[in-house]
Structures are given as C-alpha cells and as structure tokens.
C-alpha cells in the first residue's frame, strides 16, 4: 500500500513538471505552432459561428465575435472588433497615418495568431496604423470591392494595400468553378460572383441567392453535429498546455501533411478569370481616388516551385497593369526564393497559409519594398 501511494505521489509530480514544462514552452515563445488552453481563453464560439455570410461582400466576420480555431497542427483565437474585422478596434476619423489592407484568409492570418500577421508586424515596424480587412471564406477581388465601398473606405486611410493570391483569387468568385465543385454551396450561400457583360471588357455582379434577412453564419450551412463545436474529449484536452506539446510532437515526427497540389494560379488562371479579377481590382483604385494604392502578389508552394523554373505569364501581366494604373505592384515569389531555402518552413505543416515565419518575412520584403524601409 506504501508503494502504490509512493508511486502515485511520484506519478502526480511528474504529470505536474510536464504541465508546467509545457506552459513554460508556450509563454516563452519556445513553440512552433500557436495554442493555449481553455481556461486562458476569452473565446466561446467555434470558427463556424464567428464567420458570417449576410453583408454584400459575402464573407465576414461575426461583429465582437469570439471563438476558437483548432485545427490540426494549431489553435488560434478569432476576436473581431464592433465592425467585423479581426483586429483591433479601429475609429473610422483618424489624423494618423493609416495603411488599409484589403485581401482574404492570408491577410487575415488564418492559422496563426493576430499579433503574428504581417499586418500586425508591419505596423510596430513602421510605426503607422494597418487596418487589417481580410477575411478567409472564399474571398476573392469581387468582394475586395465590395467590402472596401461599403466598409473599408469609411475609415480614414492614406494608402489601400491589396493582397493578391492568385491560387484562389481567380476562381473565388467564379461561377463556373462554383458550379463544377460545390454546386450546393452555390445555390445556398449569400456571396457575390462575376459575369461578363455581353460584347464588353465588362463584369457585373450577381447572387444566386435572396438576401439573408437575419445574420447567417457558417454553422447555418453545416449539420447540426458540426455546429455543436469541439467534442467532450477536446474540451477535456484543451484543459492542459500538455496536450498542445503532444500536438507539436505528433506533427514533428509526421512532417508536412500538406499536399501542395497541381493548379498554380500563377499559371492557369484563364484568360476570363485574369480579366475579372483586373476589373475589379481597377474599381479599387478608382475608388480609392488619389490615395496610393499597392498590391502584392502572393505565391503558395505550388507557385514558387513552377515560378522558379519559368516565368510566370500572368504575374506579368498583372504587373503591366499595375504600372497602366499607377499602382506599386511586388511579388513575393522572387524574394521569398531568394531569401528562404526551407519553403515548408514558411507554412503551417498541415495547411497552405502562411506561417508566424512566412508572415514574418513577408512583413520584412513588403516593408523593404512598399513602404522603402
């Protein structure tokens, strides 16, 4: 009996070193991926209700929404402010230098936490304000219009930052593609998608759908058992920073479970997508009036691999449209390859968004490159 109560002692002793190894290995910046437990959180939603679906541009966020997103290689808090967007609280009258970013899940910083984005990064570095309007959800350059008429531009800015990425950007609000892979989704969500005006170099906007008539959010169109969150067993999981550390060690020994795929926007995106997206990336610019306006193109692995080799047709074209409408436009993908030999490095292992260090280093050549610093 002696024993067994010698062995437990030492059993509860070693649980509790792990514990506090493991909250130590998070709170000291040690981790490689983003978690905390539970009852640190200030978040109750699941990622399911925090997006929402009712505004013009599609895609949204709950306003003062809090939830958390677990995946499999990270956990992250998802916190948007009175107006939606996932920063902080921002007021529309500013005498400040302000820098608006528009752009979707990448600028929103899907998978990683707020402060790690390269928004966020961008703005301590330089000392200016960078209202971060990203939203993941399918966002493409049709509703980067949208969102920044009947949103964005009311807040006082002096520059618009758009993030391109092509490996999605052409075929967000594509129809066709739409119709092809998700036709359900289609017929159902509230979300703008193009069409060329006949005989024209035009696009109009259409939705296959009414109007919601009340705030719809994600777990709207999903089952009931998908909308009831995290199950008991990762409620109980997310109680312990150890569990977080058994994560990372799971993913460490499995390495990248990301399959980069074939498509590269940076290459087959169709003649009708580039036209759309071009169109509606001009109805920024002129919107935005005599502000300057930037725009940067993002490349996934995919893109880099097959940007190494040859260059990439549309990444030129976008450029000569940049230059026809005075519009500071950089890739990434130059720099990203000439600075960083372990690409995988720069995204999360089980996903193709960036990292905390493909975030970083984005912030530094957008930086050295948009802003000259």
């Known amino acids: 009996m002696k024993l067994l109560k010698i062995l437990f002692i030492n059993l509860v002793i070693l649980l509790a070193c792990l514990e506090l190894g493991s909250f130590l290995y998070y709170n000291l910046g040690l981790s490689i991926s983003n978690y905390t437990t539970s009852y640190v959180s200030k978040t109750y939603d699941n990622d399911l209700q925090w997006m929402t679906e009712h505004n013009n541009w599609g895609a949204w ?13 990270f956990g992250v808090e998802l916190i948007s402010n009175s107006y939606g967007a996932r920063d902080i609280e921002r007021n529309m009258k500013s005498e400040k230098s302000r820098v608006l ?18 928004t966020d990064l961008l703005e301590k570095k ?29 807040f006082d800015h002096d ?48 939705y296959p759908t009414d109007k919601p008539k009340h705030m719809v959010t994600f777990g709207d169109y999903r089952s009931e058992n998908q909308q009831k969150g995290p199950s008991l067993k990762s409620r109980i999981q997310r109680l312990f920073w150890t569990y977080g550390v058994y994560r990372e060690i799971r993913y460490i020994s499995r390495g990248s479970t990301y399959d980069d795929g074939i498509y590269s926007g940076y290459f087959d995106g169709t003649d009708e997508q580039v036209d ?13 009036g005599d502000k300057k306006v930037s725009m940067i193109s993002i490349a996934r692995p995919n893109d880099l691999k097959r940007q190494a080799e040859t260059p990439s047709p ?27 030999t372990d690409i995988k490095s720069l995204y999360l292992p089980c996903d193709g968004h960036w990292s905390p260090k493909g975030h970083q280093l984005a912030a530094d050549i957008i930086a050295n490159t948009i802003f000259n610093q």
């Open 61 to 73: 966020h709950v306003p003062n929404g809090r939830a958390h997103m677990e995946r499999r290689c």
């Open 101 to 118: 970013v528009l752009g979707d899940s990448f600028v929103e910083g899907y998978g990683v936490n707020r402060e790690k984005r390269f």
């Open 126 to 154: 330089l000392g200016r304000e960078f209202l971060n309007f990203g939203t993941s959800g399918s966002s493409g350059p049709t509703q980067y219009a949208i969102l920044y008429r009947e949103l964005a531009s009311k």
């Open 314 to 340: 549309i990444i030129a074209r976008l450029s000569a449209f940049a230059a026809e409408n005075d519009i500071k436009f950089v890739d990434l993908a130059p720099e990203t390859l000439e600075r960083e």
């Open 276 to 288: 759309a997206a071009l169109f509606f990336l001009k109805k920024i610019k002129d919107m935005a």
């Open 159 to 206: 520059e618009v930052l758009i993030a391109f990425l092509p490996d999605n950007d052409f075929t967000d609000n594509d129809p066709a593609i739409w119709l092809g892979d998700d036709k359900t989704a289609f017929n159902i969500r509230y979300r703008p998608y193009w069409k060329r005006v006949d005989g024209t170099n035009d696009f109009e906007v259409f």
